[in-house]
């Protein structure tokens, strides 16, 4: 990382983020462009207002000083010369306790003023969601104001309007101050001037109202009494505030929580002046120590431990199949963010306090440290998968006992800390200290877990991935197999698909469907087992070889088709074989033994944006939003759990394109409604960027060569909102009109499934998306005369929870495990539906039905069919999918459910056994 680069992301980064966060709640709550950068305007003045008022003070002590000492400055340089006369003031200055370097305190407003501007002008000058807003006589706000043209030149009235004000208040504020003072107030507004005037009218908007900010201020303090009318003020505006709050009916309960919390501390000042206090203050204990600590504590957490504990856990999941960088990359980044805001800016304000409010500042850095790691470590767990975008596949959700009880605990710890700062602040001081040093090895695992697995992922894509275009064959006189598994595709959706879009119950001819089909887990990791290896592979009888590692026994799975079709004479081609080598990037390794056989890693390989742009600017664009977010999610995890939801705000953690809907080329989806989203799932388009160019991997080859193609994809694994009728990504989705039009498409044979929440559209529209890409790849099939001598299995390795059907058994949802299965045999022929009972561990029998005569596993010498089918099942639920910890020789304790029966969408065929 440049110099540069590192300075800018310490010091204007932290400033950047904190606007964009401002900005971007106060459009949701009020959505007006205009109105949102006023409430930027206000917010940010009177956050840094202690800064700036400090620094007035700085250079009134440097206008005083040098006014005192000026004569006999003067005087020493008429009198004296050279080295002499430097002696003499060097001497003088010694005597007044003064040194030159102070001069800098006449400039500390100014040297405040540049990192905001340059932060203010970063993020409004390229909003995108500004563009074509007006706000009052501004037509623009993404654009230059132009308000008249003289000729062919813009008078933009804004940016001038804006050094008139300035020009005032520095009229108000320079007066009876030194010529040099005057100079250097009127010449940075004449220097504004020249910078912002062909600039966006949202920033010289936002520049103009922080300039009328300065002269309300200077005004201000010229009053009787101005901290009693400002405490009026905020009171007056709590008030106001909190009354709209509560009248207002699109606000959850949270929301009005959290904003009602907000106004009484706005009221709090006015209420604490009536308090009547005889004695003098007691001095408080001001520990430079214990601030500088807890801000390093902070940095430490925020920065470096929760980062890289996120991608330690799942470290595979940051890679690019295009260009591989190692993660650690976000956890520096993420680390200089942190620095940034809590050390650099943290010492900033520090510094710039009274001993009193520094007493108040180190107290807050205490509390703060403690009441984080009190949330991190006890509160906001288990809220499901999180993808590498750092959105959780389920919105996250607490019960109100949830909130009221980590709130009464965070009031209580902080109280604790509190009186322990005021009565024994040294061992803040140490606790701080050790917390720091408890940290570090912490974070320093964690980073060792990701270099190594680097490491060894490097070496491993230059081996298997770099240089391999993924192909298979397919024969035109041969007969060709493929089982293609769609990672959590959900067999209960395909009628309701069918009925929808009725073209591809043409394209799908010859398949048949099986929707009394149950899978094993509830996760790839004890479900794809039994698909890929059939029977022997459930995950009881995967435990009942309890002396063989988990991860040897799922690559064992994923061998037996193909070692079998091997073996009889079938070309193999293997695709994304999931989980191999129990790794998240398929570990292709696995099949060294055959050399005959070809694999390839599809998922990453293929660019949805191909022909718009370039790979290396959309892995640009990922790697800025993983560096942006993982702050933010740091942040959320050390929140109180009744800001984690307004923090997180979706999983875009609210960027200021998303709050607007106007984001173009954005690699996070937030998702408003059922109808609307912005943005794109990355994870989503680098899965179907495969299904898009099965045609292209396809090789037609003349001859009788029998194939065998084992495939897998993940398409219908990562949610995302698509827009109708034609279910294809889209940076903004407004589905509205059709929603609405086609609100019965749920409906069908008197069942209607559950589609209220933003997760069940999202499954069945990334379903959809998968069933329309496949029916363009039959299409091609047929077009290249090589359909009907092609056996096509698709099946999923399970279904989801996301309670469409309403089926569930000890509170469970069933849905999870009702996976897809379809079946084309050879010149099938027709569309039909057969309601026998199966399992996705029929896969094998099906994939060698007919053409392997008695197929017997080479692995175990068992023979391969169905009769382990008979009689009750047993499933495993589990949320132990990671097999980074998953891993033994036996899985995880979970709950155990039996299926009995035919039909897995009657609650009454399932049943609770126990958990072990």
Known sequence: M???????????????????????????????????IIVLSIAVNFLVLPLYRRADELQAEERDIQAKMAYRVKRIKQTFKGNEQFLMLQEYYRINNYKPIYALKSSASLLLQIPFFIAAYRLLSGMQGLQGMSFGFIKDL????????????????????????????????????????????YGLALVFLVLLYHSPAGLVFYWLLNNVFSLIKN???????????????????????????????????????????????????????????????????????????????????????????VISSSTEEFFSIIKLSNPTNYVLRSAIVAAGTWIVWGSIFYFFMSDRSKSFFSDGVWILSGTAILNYMLFGKHLGILSSSLQYENAPSFAISEYLINTLAVLGV??????????????????????????????????????????AKTEYYFNYVYGKEPSFELSKDGQNVVVLMIDRALGPQVPYIMNEKPELVEKFDGFTYYPNTISFGGHTNMAAPALFGGYEYTPDRINQRSSEKLADKHDE??????????????????????????????????????????????????????????????LGRIDNVRERNFFFFSLTKISPLLLQDTIYDGGVYNEARS?????TNATVQGVSGTSKSYGYNADFLSAYAALQHLDDMTRIVDGDQDTFLMMTNDTTHNECLLQEPDYTPEVIVDNTEYDAEHADRFSLNGVTLDMSQPIQIAHYHINMAAFLQLGEWFDYLREMGVYDNTRIILVSDHGYDINTLGVSCNDEDMESYMP?????????????????????????????????????????????????????????????????????????????????????????????????
């Not at 980064?13 to 007006?32: C, H, Q, R, S």
């Not at 709050?659 to 984001?663: F, I, K, M, S």
């Not at 099938?828 to 053409?851: C, H, I, K």
């Open 2 to 36: 440049a110099f540069l680069s590192f300075l800018y992301h310490l010091l204007i980064t932290p400033l950047m983020l904190l606007f964009e966060v401002i900005y971007t709640i106060a459009y949701k709550l009020i959505g007006n462009a205009g109105f949102s």
């Open 142 to 185: 993404g654009k230059e104001d132009a308000t008249f043209m003289i000729g062919s030149f813009a008078v933009n009235i804004l940016p001038i309007l804006m050094t008139l004000i300035n020009v005032i208040s520095g009229i108000l504020y320079t007066k009876g101050h030194p010529v040099k003072e005057k100079i250097q107030v």
């Open 219 to 309: 005004i201000f303090y010229k009053l009787k009494e101005p901290k009693k009318i400002l405490f009026r003020i905020f009171a007056a505006v709590g008030v106001a505030i909190l009354i709209h709050t509560l009248i207002r009916n699109d606000l959850d309960v949270r929301q009005k929580i959290v904003l009602s919390i907000g106004c009484v501390l706005l009221m709090l000042p006015f209420l604490l002046s009536f308090k009547k206090s005889e004695k003098e203050k007691k001095a408080r204990p001001k520990d430079l120590l214990a601030f500088l600590f807890g801000a390093l504590f902070l940095t430490i957490l925020t920065g470096i431990v929760i980062p890289s504990a």
């Open 414 to 455: 902080a109280v604790v800390l509190h009186l322990v700062y005021t009565h024994f602040h040294k061992i803040s001081r140490i606790c701080l200290i050790a917390g720091c040093v408890a940290l570090v090895p912490i974070s320093m695992s964690n980073v060792q877990i990701i270099n190594i697995i680097y490491d």
């Open 557 to 618: 799975a994923l061998k037996v088709m193909p070692v079998l079709f091997g073996e009889n004479g079938y070309e193999v081609t293997i695709c994304d074989p999931k989980y191999a080598g129990y790794s998240w990037e398929p570990d292709l390794s696995i099949y060294d033994d055959y050399p005959d056989f070809k694999c390839y890693n599809t998922t990453g390989y293929f660019d949805y944006f191909e022909g718009q742009e370039d790979a290396d600017t959309v």
């Open 659 to 663: 709050a607007e809907g106007t984001v």
């Open 820 to 916: 897809l299965l379809m079946f084309k045999d050879f010149n099938a022929t027709g569309f039909t539906v057969v309601e026998d009972f199966m399992t996705n561990a029929d896969t094998p029998t099906l994939a060698t039905s007919g053409l392997i005569e008695n197929p017997t596993n080479p692995f175990t010498g068992h023979s391969i069919d169905s009769l382990l089918k008979d009689g009750p099942q047993l499933i495993l639920c589990s949320e132990n999918w990671n097999t980074y910890k998953n891993n033994g020789n036996t899985f995880l304790p979970g709950k155990w459910f039996r299926f009995d029966g035919i039909d897995p969408h009657d609650p009454d065929n399932w049943s609770y056994v126990d958990e072990h």
